[in-house]
């Protein structure tokens, strides 16, 4: 067994958020989860906020496309794909 | 994961199959936490494997070694670690670097919490005063970890493979388990039930940060021991007179005798052949109880402070053994000496905890003494004392002949200081309590640094003066 990983996961996947606290400034969140404190980069924040009420995988690809537009030369499905499973190892997010 | 005083601290000693090296290092570590007084209910030991069959036998060899070094070998059968045993773990252990490897390429939320026994063994000597609570220590020391290289990977295969070395492993992993109890246990509460073992020695108050507690001397050199204890803790010293109720107790035995000190570490006591070592361990055992006892009433940081003779305290925050005891002693000489560790904050009121200085001596190899402010002549501060600057220590050896300060975007400067901060989720207002104290100081700084002796001239800048 192990943890999720970023091939686990589905269009249909349900993400959300589970830290304990966080603080809002300039378009960066800070997060308390557990007893790690995690300050997150613009587009982790963007996810994160767009997640606070559950949001499927591919929702929140179209969400982050419509904010941040496509990265160059990357998947952007692949990218915002390792970035939740990232937060999710950090007890940011959790999967369902 | 639910986090602090009155929760287990839990360690998971983690290998492949689950039937040799963890095993071991499972029933040795219950033994000496056992041997130290170390309820489960404050540290809890288990083990798993990463492709252990669940129900498999314990291997002859371990069941052998685990009773030959003084452990219970009986009830073991294997299990296979899951999702859920990793997220109801504070603290991973494995045997080798390979397995703590893995560990974390199949569950990559262990990541800061995953060590191999060197790895702890090489961390912890080099803070052997961490004086934050147990269930703070993971995290602290993957900082300390990070871009250092570990130089001793402990060659502790499996004992499926080891034939003639098996004898040799076991031993490692015995020290390392009574080593690391006896860390552990200076730092937790001692069992109830040891109360009424507990013999009447010397005894007096101590007043860490509000928090009354009793140091009760015993052993043969109990005298030599309260005398040595009072000294250094002068300015945290309670009346004789004062009725007040503790709400700890340490015993502290000092006696030559291994029988002596065995007996008093079954009962809870922290128990040293000489004085020095026993101040050396009571100031993080004070330390971390006291922390324990304010856990969710207090604001505790990381921190030295001093403070102005109108009560005014700059605080400086920093981990543990990265100068704020150097810089307390030297601008302790000028300004009101508040702490040289715990910073405790009540709104915007300061709680002094005037504890002594861990001072390196070089005629005591590894052990720093431990002085009362009083005998390094630091000042004392007023009796009002308010928190008026927050600021970030960066002391660096190739650092600049002048030191200079900058100020910190709100966000990251709240990262810094929520690392440094005690039982923050215990917090009512979480992350919140920290925003509101660094707005209220005037936002955070960072002073970046060589010589702490360069540091005094900027101290009338940072409390407002000029």
């Known amino acids: 067994m192990t943890d999720p990983r970023a091939s686990d996961l589905l269009s249909t996947t349900i993400i959300s958020t589970c830290y304990d606290d966080a603080l809002a400034r300039d378009g960066e969140l800070l997060v308390l989860a557990g007893d790690e404190v995690v300050l997150l980069s613009p587009l982790a924040s963007e996810l ?6 559950g949001a499927t995988l591919a929702e929140t690809v179209a969400h982050l496309m419509s904010t941040f537009g496509a990265p160059e030369g990357a998947d952007p499905e692949a990218m915002v794909r390792d970035l939740v499973i990232e937060l999710a190892a950090r007890g940011v997010l959790e999967l369902r | ?11 998971l000693i983690v290998d492949d199959l689950n039937i040799g090296r963890g095993p071991i290092g499972e029933r040795l570590l219950r033994r000496s936490l ?4 170390i309820p489960a209910s404050a540290i809890r030991v288990t083990s798993a494997g990463l492709d252990a069959r669940d129900g498999a036998k314990l291997h002859p060899e371990a069941a052998r070694l685990i009773v030959a070094h003084g452990g219970n070998a009986d009830g073991f059968i294997a299990r296979s670690l899951s999702p859920e045993i990793v997220a109801t773990t504070d603290v991973f ?26 790895e702890l063994a090489e961390l912890y000597q080099g803070a052997i005063e961490i004086a934050a609570p147990l269930h703070e220590h993971p995290l602290i020391l993957d900082r300390m970890r990070r871009g250092r290289t570990i130089a001793e990977n402990w060659d502790l295969p499996s004992i499926e493979d080891a034939d003639a070395r098996r004898d040799v492993i076991a031993e490692r992993i015995s020290e ?16 109830a039930h040891a109360a009424e073992a507990r013999p009447v020695g010397e005894h007096f108050l101590l007043d860490a940060f509000g928090v009354r507690m009793e140091v009760n001397c015993t052993g043969s050199g109990a005298r030599a021991l309260s005398a040595a204890t009072r000294r250094a803790w002068s300015r945290c010293l309670m009346p004789a007179s ?13 006696d030559p005798s291994p029988t002596v000190l065995a007996t008093a570490r079954s009962r ?19 330390t971390v109880r006291a922390i324990d006892a304010r856990a969710g009433r207090l604001l505790m940081l990381h921190a030295s402070a001093v403070a102005s003779r109108e009560g005014d305290v700059v605080g400086f925050v920093a981990p543990s053994g990265t100068g704020k005891t150097t810089l307390s002693r ?18 915007d009121r300061v709680v002094p905890y005037p504890k002594p200085l861990s001072v390196i001596t070089e005629s005591h190899h590894g052990i720093k003494l431990q002085w009362s402010p009083d005998s390094l002549d630091l000042a004392l501060p007023g009796r009002d004392l308010r928190l008026a600057r927050l600021v970030l220590l960066d002391r660096r050896p190739d650092g600049p002949d002048e030191p200079y300060l900058e100020e910190l975007p709100h966000l990251r400067g709240i990262a810094e200081l929520a690392e440094q901060t005690s039982y923050l989720p215990r917090l009512a207002r979480k992350l919140h309590t920290l925003s509101d104290t660094v707005e209220m100081v005037g936002g955070l700084t960072r002073l970046v640094y060589r010589e702490a002796a360069t540091v005094l001239p900027l101290m009338p800048e940072l409390l407002g003066e000029r």
């Open chain 2, 34 to 37: 056992g041997a130290n007084a």
């Open chain 2, 93 to 118: 252990l494995t045997g080798t670097s390979q397995i703590r490897d893995e560990l974390v390429r199949r569950f990559p939320r262990t990541a800061r919490r995953a060590f191999s026994m060197s």
């Open chain 2, 330 to 347: 030297i601008l302790g000489a000028h300004y009101g000496y508040v702490t040289d560790e715990t910073l405790a904050i009540a709104g």
């Open chain 2, 268 to 286: 809870g006591a922290l128990a040293y052949p000489d004085v020095e070592q026993a101040l050396h361990y009571l100031s993080s055992a004070v």
């Open chain 2, 176 to 191: 390392t388990a009574a080593w690391a109890a006896d860390l552990w246990s200076a730092l937790l509460p001692q069992p």
């Open chain 2, 1 to 11: 994961m639910p986090t602090g005083a009155g929760v287990a601290f839990r360690v």
């Open chain 2, 242 to 254: 004062t009725e007040t109720q503790h709400e700890d107790v340490i015993e502290l035995c000092v």
């Open chain 1, 48 to 53: 994160v906020w767009s997640a606070r009420h």
